[in-house]
């Protein structure tokens, strides 16, 4: 089967509109009505739904797409490899972090990474932990680093390095008064937290930490990403909790940071890996990673 004809299938399952996909891929509609037709007949199955005005996928489509996105994405990965090895690199590794990690301490593990094998080709991708797990599953990543450990089957999350929890208050705020707030002060003000769902897969760590005070939490909304929280917190709406230093990278002047009071509570990094024996280059790396566990970055 010619990698064309799966080419142009993503295309008209995507655009679900056979003009459409023609002018995305810069043929003629014709040739690739055509071209679906035959492709139907070598896998004798119907993937367009044809009974109506609008194009459909069938089931059999739609289990299809998502298998030829699997393929393409193994063949994107392929050219890469021939031009990484063309040009040095001895191997690669392909890892995702979300936007609420401790980025000083994974610019510091890339870092040290690159240093110690210039001649291993790293690939970093931003992606939510549902996202990393998925591509995980099906072999389309190396490692993942999230705040959660909620994995499924196949997959393992190790834990590398803990980070404290912080308070983010806007820039005109009565908690600004304390150095190191107490956590039960800052329970007394209303919250913006990560949703359950949200990108980097923190709620259920911050939520177990805040419930641990045993005061009722006075949650005003739930957002998808630390940019929104941010935001939020900036515009009056609530407090959140975040790590310092990544927050610190952002530089934003509509809010301020302040460390919790007594021993704050602190959020763990864990790595996301395909569960069995890990390459050499695999293993070199996470050794890395659990060994900056315990510097701090300051």
Not at 107 to 120: F, G, H, I, K, M
Not at 170 to 199: D, N
Not at 228 to 235: Q, R
């Amino acid at each position: 089967m010619e990698l064309r004809l799966l080419r142009y299938f993503v295309a008209v399952a995507e655009e679900l509109h056979f003009g459409r996909a023609a002018e995305r891929l810069n043929i003629e509609q014709s040739p690739l009505s055509r071209a679906m037709r035959n492709l139907e007949s070598q896998l004798g199955v119907q993937l367009f739904d044809r009974s109506t005005r609008l194009t459909r996928l069938t089931w059999a489509g739609q289990v299809f797409l998502v298998e030829c996105r699997r393929v393409q994405a193994t063949v994107e990965q392929a050219v890469k490899s021939a031009k990484a090895a063309a040009q040095g690199y001895q191997g690669h590794l392909r890892i995702a972090i979300c936007d609420s990690l401790a980025q000083p301490r994974i610019a510091t593990l890339l870092a040290r990474s690159r240093e110690d094998e210039p001649e291993l080709e790293i690939r970093v991708f931003e992606l939510p932990f549902a996202q990393q797990l998925k591509m995980l599953h099906n072999d389309l990543l190396d490692i993942g680093f999230a705040l959660s450990n909620a994995v499924h089957d196949g997959l393992v999350a190790e834990p590398v390095w803990t980070d404290p929890l912080s308070v983010i208050v806007p820039t005109r705020h009565p908690l600004l008064a304390h150095v190191q707030v107490p956590l039960a002060e800052a329970l007394k003000f209303p919250l913006v937290l990560c949703h359950p769902e949200s990108g980097s897969g923190c709620r259920h760590q911050i939520q177990a930490l805040l419930q641990d005070a045993g005061t009722p939490l006075k949650l005003v909304d739930e957002v998808t990403s630390l940019g929104v929280m941010l935001t939020l917190v900036g515009a009056g709406y609530g407090i959140g909790f975040a790590i310092a230093s990544q927050v610190q990278t952002l530089q934003r002047p509509d809010i301020s940071i302040r460390p919790l009071a007594g021993s704050p509570p602190v959020l763990s990094t864990y790595l996301l890996r395909r569960r069995g024996e890990p390459s050499e280059p695999m293993k070199r790396f996470i050794e890395r990673a659990k060994g900056g566990r315990d510097r701090a970055c300051r």
